[in-house]
Structure formats: structure tokens, C-alpha cells
């Protein structure tokens, strides 16, 4: 089965920021000046974004350790995993990546409004901040990890989201279904199903679906309800026989309707009295999603060239390293965002998307 990949939706403060149900590219009247690092007038973070990102980092690693760890191309055998394979591949295997996908396309759009009303151009901001995204994710791919999926973001954003920004929001939304569908056809490829994606999340943002997600658990609920038993039914239909045609599609069908189920849940379980736990675990990890989801690749390849023979590595194992790493970074994580608006990576980023520094101490 196919490795999960982080797709970070590395982010600034921006891409979290209320969208208001406006269309990118509409200029805001109260927007002149250089906005605090955490919030834009009058539009505070959405912390169900960052949550959701954070939620969606801890599965991206927990599918990551054995590919990042088998960096020298050793094929990872899972034939004799039993129920522990067989429940990992249902219920992580390219489950998470999907969230950031969809997030991605989020972020991009929003972004872009909240630009509109400070950069005369703000499409060339967002493609100076695509650029770098490439230029990282090379760097990652060559002397990291070849499983990277930085370049692939970049890609796909300059080829396909970028443009769509010139779309109205309905040719956005229809044209995300048909990407998605032809990427289930063809057995989920990747490519083709991070456009899709993409697109997807830009319609939502686009469409204000994201500034009423945190209001009611009602539309979470329902979506879920559905997209759980559309899981099960694709599922079924396909158990009894891997070698049928179908299997495949079956198999990517239930990825993708999983990760639906995943956020679905989380956005309920927000509004329930369990927010604040979960904001604690989830937020700061979200809130500097590509600063962890580099650092976690020196972290595994370390503890691949201490622990060695990573090939053999149980899934006790692979949890123990997940969650040794993802420990270390919430607590870097949280005492670091105590002190400064952004990740240090994520504040490199905007600079860049910029081209002037911002503040990064809190006040």
C-alpha cells in the first residue's frame, strides 16, 4: 500500500483567518496596513483549521515513520502484519493527507483575500510564495527524503490552484469534483487527487463554508453520518476479492471518505466540552505544521541510524517513534508560540511571501 506524504498546509497566520464569505481578490476597506502576526482587523484565527492540521500532522507521521526510515530503498514487507497492518492500512494509510490537501486550498484562498487589500498585486505574492514552497521541497527531496511532497504541492498550486483564482467559484467546485472523480477512477492517483483537492478547499473557502464551520455541529454530523456509511458500503462491496479491478478504487474511495469522516469529527467533537483538550494537543502542532513536518524527517532518519534494521521495525515500534517525536515537537511547539506569533520556518516563509520581515515576538 502506498506511504502516506505530509502535504503540509504550511501556513502563516493568513490562510487561518476568517474569510467572511467574500470572493478572493475583493479588497477590504479596513485593510491598509500590516496586520498582528495572529490576527487581521476584526477577523480572529480559526482555530478549528489549526486543530484540524495538528489532528492530521500526528497520522502523516505515524504513516511516514517506516518510508522516511527505509530512506535507502528497502521495501517495507507487510505480509505478515496480521490485524496490526490490516487496521493501519484502514484506518491510516493515506488517510491524513487528504485533510491537508484540502487545507491547502483553503489557505491558498484566503490568503489571497486577505492580500488583496494590502499588495497591489497579490497573485504575484502567492506565486512568490509557491516558488519557495518549491524551492524547499527540493531541498527536502535531495538531501532528506525522497518521499517528499513539497515540490508536488508547489506544482500543483502553480499549475492548477493559481489559476483557478481567476475562475468564477462555481467553475472552481466543478471542476474539483471532476478532478477528484478521475483520480478515483485511475486508482487514486496522487497528482490528480491533490488538485482536485486543492480546488475543493479554495471552493469551500470560496464559498464561505469555512467561516461557519465552527457555529454549528449540525452539518458535521450529517456530512459524517453520510460519508461514513458511503466508506463502509465501498468498502464491502470489494472485501472478498483484492484481485478484482475495482479493488483499487474501492480502496481510494474509502481513504478519501474516511478522511471526510475524520474531519467531521473532530469539527463535533469541538463543540463539546472536550475544545479545550483538544486545542491544547492539537493547535500549537498545526500552528507549526511545515517547521514540524521538517524537523520530524531528521528526527526519523536519526532514529533510524541509531536504531537500525528499520525494515524489521514492529508497529510498537513505529508508535513509539511517532509519539517520542510528536511529544518533542508540541512541547517545542507550545513553549516556542508562547513567546513568538509563528513557527520559525512559517515566519521565514512569509518573509519571503512578502518581501519585507514581520514581527515575530508577541507583543
Known amino acids: 500500500m502506498p506511504h502516506e506524504e505530509l502535504p503540509p498546509e504550511l501556513k502563516d497566520e493568513d490562510p487561518t483567518r476568517r474569510h467572511g464569505g467574500r470572493r478572493p481578490g475583493r479588497p477590504r476597506p479596513d485593510e491598509g496596513r500590516e496586520a498582528p502576526a495572529t490576527t487581521s482587523p476584526g477577523r480572529p484565527r480559526v482555530d478549528a483549521l489549526d486543530v484540524l492540521r495538528g489532528f492530521a500532522l500526528c497520522g502523516i507521521l505515524l504513516a511516514n ?8 530503498g528497502v521495501v517495507v514487507s507487510e505480509s505478515a502484519g496480521g490485524a496490526a497492518e490490516a487496521w493501519m492500512g484502514l484506518l491510516v494509510e493515506q488517510r491524513f493527507f487528504p485533510i491537508f490537501s484540502l487545507l491547502f486550498g483553503v489557505g491558498f484562498s484566503l ?5 488583496a487589500g494590502r499588495a497591489v498585486n497579490p497573485r504575484l505574492l502567492l506565486l512568490r510564495r509557491l516558488l519557495v514552497l518549491l524551492a524547499v521541497g527540493a531541498a527536502h527531496f535531495l538531501l532528506l527524503w525522497r518521499g517528499d511532497i513539497l515540490t508536488t504541492y508547489a506544482v500543483v498550486g502553480l499549475l492548477v490552484l493559481l489559476p483557478s483564482t481567476w475562475l468564477p467559484r462555481w467553475a472552481v467546485a466543478g471542476l474539483a469534483a471532476a478532478l477528484v472523480a478521475a483520480s478515483l477512477i485511475a486508482g487514486g492517483d496522487r497528482t490528480v487527487l491533490v488538485a482536485g483537492l486543492f480546488l475543493l478547499g479554495s471552493a469551500l473557502a470560496r464559498y464561505g463554508v469555512t467561516d461557519r464551520i465552527e457555529r454549528s455541529a ?9 460519508l461514513a456509511a458511503g466508506a463502509a458500503a465501498a468498502l464491502w462491496s470489494r472485501v472478498d476479492d483484492v484481485r478484482d479491478p475495482g479493488f483499487g478504487l474501492s480502496l481510494a474511495l474509502t481513504g478519501l471518505l474516511l478522511a471526510g469522516v475524520y474531519v467531521c469529527a473532530l469539527l463535533v467533537l469541538l463543540r463539546t466540552p472536550l475544545r479545550p483538550a483538544l486545542r491544547a494537543v492539537f493547535l500549537p502542532l498545526g500552528r507549526m505544521a ?10 526519523v532518519l536519526a532514529a533510524a541510524h541509531l536504531h537500525g534494521r528499520p525494515q524489521n521495525w514492529s508497529w510498537a515500534t513505529v508508535f513509539s517513534i ?24 512559517e515566519w521565514l516563509w512569509r518573509w519571503a511571501t512578502w518581501g519585507r520581515r514581520p514581527p515575530l515576538r508577541v507583543s
Not at 218 to 226: A, D, E, F, K, M
Not at 336 to 345: A, K, N, S, T, V
Open 322 to 345: 511517532a509519539a517520542a517525536v510528536l511529544a518533542a515537537q508540541w512541547l517545542f511547539s507550545t513553549l516556542w508560540l508562547r513567546r513568538f506569533r509563528q513557527g520559525p520556518l
Open 290 to 299: 511545515l517547521t514540524n513536518y521538517l524537523t520530524a524527517t531528521v528526527v
Open 111 to 115: 490568503l489571497l483575500d486577505s492580500a
Open 218 to 226: 449540525r452539518g458535521p454530523v450529517v456530512v459524517g453520518l453520510v
Open 65 to 72: 515513520v517506516r518510508p522516511i526510515s527505509n530512506l535507502g
